[in-house]
């Protein structure tokens, strides 16, 4: 008898208990930790998207213990040093991990990966074409194609730009000159479509020497 009264009595502590501090489910959102990003750069690659850096995670536990859970107890990272190449479309979150104490059971939500894109970093040099515009002055002329320094176009940019260049152009407009001069201008990049590449813009002056010379009429006398 008192056995049965003992086990009736732990059968309605137990249920009081499951009433009270039920089995739940929680979402909690965290911070992802990006790590060895320095790879990437020796790698001479480059993210190009603004990947996410949170990730939501399900705790599961009685509600007691799940109440004392935050998003600090966690940790979960996204190494870049696993990225070692620009084809790569996605980056595994790693290293997920409860530093708390309460008995709970997380996991992650979702496909546990996070989208990138992601390119890689090249050089290119482009020959520079001068365009020369307007008319010298009355009686003057231009002599020969005019010079150029740098006479290249040089840039270290992600390949899909880079591979977009078609022609690299600088004008002069020699309206009016009656003497030789030196223009600086910037460098314009287009692509084959003849559209300016705006992205590949840089600060690298082109000085542009216009050689010019007037018409001088000669006189022969004849004896």
């Known amino acids: 008898m008192k056995i049965l009264s003992v086990v009736i009595a732990i059968l309605f502590w137990f249920m009081v208990y499951t009433n ?14 990006p790590i060895n990003e320095n790879s990437l750069t020796s790698d001479n690659l480059r993210i190009l998207n603004e990947y996410e850096r949170e990730v939501e995670i399900t ?17 979960a990272y996204l190494d870049f040093s696993t ?5 790569v479309e996605f ?22 990966r996070v989208g990138l894109s992601v390119d890689r970093i090249i050089a290119g040099e482009i020959p520079i074409k001068v365009n020369v515009i307007g008319e010298t002055a009355e009686g003057f002329f231009l002599i020969g194609e005019p010079t150029l320094h740098p006479a290249s176009f040089i840039v270290t940019d992600i390949k899909s730009l880079v591979s977009e260049i078609s022609s ?18 910037f460098c314009v990049v287009y692509d084959a479509d ?8 840089n600060d690298t002056a ?13 006189q022969v006398k004849l004896e």
């Open 20 to 33: 009270e501090n039920p089995i739940e489910t929680r979402q909690i959102t965290i911070q992802l930790t």
């Open 59 to 75: 705790v599961r536990g009685r509600k007691s213990e799940i109440d004392q859970v935050s998003a600090s107890d966690f940790i």
């Open 83 to 87: 990225i070692n190449n620009e084809y």
């Open 91 to 112: 980056i595994e979150i790693t290293g997920f991990d409860y530093l708390g104490e309460n008995n709970v059971i997380p996991e992650i939500t979702g496909s546990g």
């Open 168 to 185: 690299a152009e600088v004008t002069v407009d020699v309206t009016g000159m009656n003497g030789s001069e030196v223009e600086r201008t």
């Open 194 to 201: 003849g559209n300016e590449i705006s992205e590949l813009k």
């Open 206 to 218: 082109v000085d542009i020497t216009i050689k010019i010379a007037k018409n001088v009429p000669i």
